[in-house]
């Protein structure tokens, strides 16, 4: 890359691993390893894009993050950040575009070890993929760079299909309605034939207080 545009590829890197280095945990030896290759990487960007050398310093830097506990949601604020940039140079945009498809990658491996407990955690999370993965793979395929447009097609199938088969098995998410306000042990009894289930409806309707409770909310179906 010539000087000119790693100037300002090294402006987009820094701004870019300073968004993922916030989402690493402060202890822990996973963190500590993870904050020291993002540090180096940040500090030597300039030396490695002059030097075509970027990208596995980047790749460490979100496998470490993503190994010290970044969450899916932290690495999508990273990806729409890159996202947001607006590269002039050529090498610029290609440093970008690395970034959204390294936070892509990132949040598939998350995905592979997450648990859900719901079907429509899993369709809504399906959703929110589809945009960032079309507009990848669009910019893929304007560039012709075929390598990287069936590495996106892979990796949004693969993800999809886990998706599915791991949404198979789980219940749906009905929505209710009771004649008056009652307690969430109530509702809960009610419900499921199980008291002990009053905390479950509470996290998954947001509820302020458990003894007066929305006469309307959504519970799984099982």
Known sequence: MNRTDAREAAGLVDRMLANLIATVPGKGRAGSDARTAIGD?????????????????????????????????????????????????????????????????????????????????????????????????????????????????KLHASITNHLVETARPLPRMLRYAFADVLPTLVMAYKLYDDAGRADELRAENKIVHPAFCPIEGQALSV
């Open 41 to 153: 990487t940040r500090t030597h960007a300039f030396k490695l894009l002059i030097n075509d050398a970027i990208g596995p310093p980047l790749d460490e830097c979100f496998v470490l993050a993503r190994q010290a506990g970044s969450t899916l949601q932290q690495i999508e604020t990273v990806r729409q950040a890159v996202e947001a940039e607006a590269p002039v140079s050529l090498g610029a945009t290609l440093l970008k575009n690395a970034g959204i498809r390294f936070c892509l990658a990132t949040q598939g491996a998350i995905i592979a070890t997450m648990t859900f407990v719901s079907r429509q955690d899993v369709a809504q999370l399906k959703t929110a993929l589809q945009q960032p993965f079309q507009e990848a793979e669009e910019i893929a395929a304007d560039d012709m760079d075929q390598m990287t447009f069936q590495a996106l097609i």
